[in-house]
Each structure stands twice: as C-alpha cells, then as structure tokens.
C-alpha cells in the first residue's frame, strides 16, 4: 500500500498538519541541512542506543536531537515520523538523505554506502 496522495487534502488539512509542531520539524531541517551525520531519537529506546553506539565505533560523529521517551513527547515524535513518513526510531540521515533506522544504519555501515555517502 503506498501512502496517500498528500496533494489531495483540503487547503485546511495541508495548513493543519504543516503547523503540527513545526518548530520540531524545523529543528530537524536544520540539523540535516547543517550536519553531516544526524541520529533522530527518543530516550529508552534500545535500538538508538545500539545505533548511535555503532556509529561511535565506526568512529564516526553525529548530531542526536532526542524527542521524550516512551511515556512523553509522542506528538513531536508523530509529526516527525509524518515529515519523514518512517514509522520508527531511530532515523539516521546522512548529508541530507535518509538512510534508515538501526537495522539499515548498520547494514550501510557494514558494506560501506554509509561512509562512501558521507565522503561524496
């Protein structure tokens, strides 16, 4: 099933769901547009953890920006997983594309499209 045509809501629809926590959205933007390699998480989550540990043992650095953990903040986490259309974290971007989560992030580590993305 793919996802909805998002062009095909009601001028209201779009307005409402660009503003949902825009200033969240914004503070993404920002990071990827900005830094080479950024991790998108929440606390408590075993597979962040994992990811951002496998990135320090590949020793490479990255920007984390963490939103609540499982018992708050799940509405900036929504209207992340909205802009990104991911349903999980973490969410690993590197030079502005996005690579996946832990499982992918790993795999790209381990057959080099991660580095060989981060050095184009």
Not at 10 to 17: E, G, L, W
Not at 41 to 66: C, D, F, S
């Amino acid at each position: 099933m793919s996802r909805h045509d998002e062009a095909r809501a009601t001028p209201m629809v779009q307005a409402a769901r660009d503003a949902f926590h825009r200033d969240v959205i914004e503070e993404v933007k920002t990071a990827i547009a900005r830094d080479p390699v950024v991790v998108v998480g929440m606390a408590w989550n075993p597979h962040v953890g994992k990811v951002r540990q496998a990135l320090k043992a590949a020793g490479i650095e990255h920007t984390y920006l963490e939103y609540g953990n499982y018992l708050s903040g799940w509405k900036p986490r929504l209207a992340i997983k909205m802009f990104v259309g991911w349903p999980t974290f973490p969410m690993v971007f590197v030079r502005g594309t996005f690579i996946g989560g832990n499982k992918d992030t790993t795999a790209a580590l381990a057959d080099g499209t991660l580095r060989a993305l981060l050095n184009a």
